[in-house]
């Protein structure tokens, strides 16, 4: 996630957000992406930001969370259904980053990602059979 440091922004500093569509957001993440091929020549969340909504200081966190979630599902809208696979992953330094899949290694990083996701998943599935096997919610 963009890390800022915490800054007041007086109700007359605030920005108003440009919303784009969804197409129009991923046509220029896709424009951004075709400069940040492969692992190792990624964009960093920050970047991607501010080449996107300008400068991050001039938004509130709120705005700044909900365009990152723009972000976050145009690149997601993107993987689906263009030939921009954008992947996500975190530096050694904790910075968040994207980059397109170029190769096996890189596709590694998100099929890496994704059996984590699948091991969450039945987890909770069979925390779930768990909770009405032993009727958790007698306890509530």
């Known amino acids: ?66 365009l990152l979630d723009r972000i976050k599902r145009a690149m997601n809208w993107l993987r689906r259904t263009s030939k921009c696979f954008v992947i996500s992953m975190r530096t050694k330094n904790n910075v968040y980053c994207y980059f397109v899949v170029r190769d096996y290694d890189d596709a590694d990083v998100y099929i890496d990602y994704m059996d984590k996701v699948k091991k969450r998943i039945s987890f909770m599935q069979e925390r779930c059979l768990k909770a009405v096997k032993e009727e958790f919610w007698k306890e509530l």
Do not use: C
């Open 1 to 66: 996630m963009l890390k800022l440091k915490r800054k007041k922004i007086s109700k007359k500093e605030k920005k108003e957000i440009v919303i784009l569509t969804a197409r129009e957001l991923s046509e220029k993440i896709e424009i951004i992406m075709k400069k940040h091929i492969g692992r190792k020549n990624p964009i960093t969340q920050a970047e991607m930001f501010e080449k996107l909504f300008g400068n991050p200081y001039s938004y509130s966190d709120i705005q700044i969370w909900f």
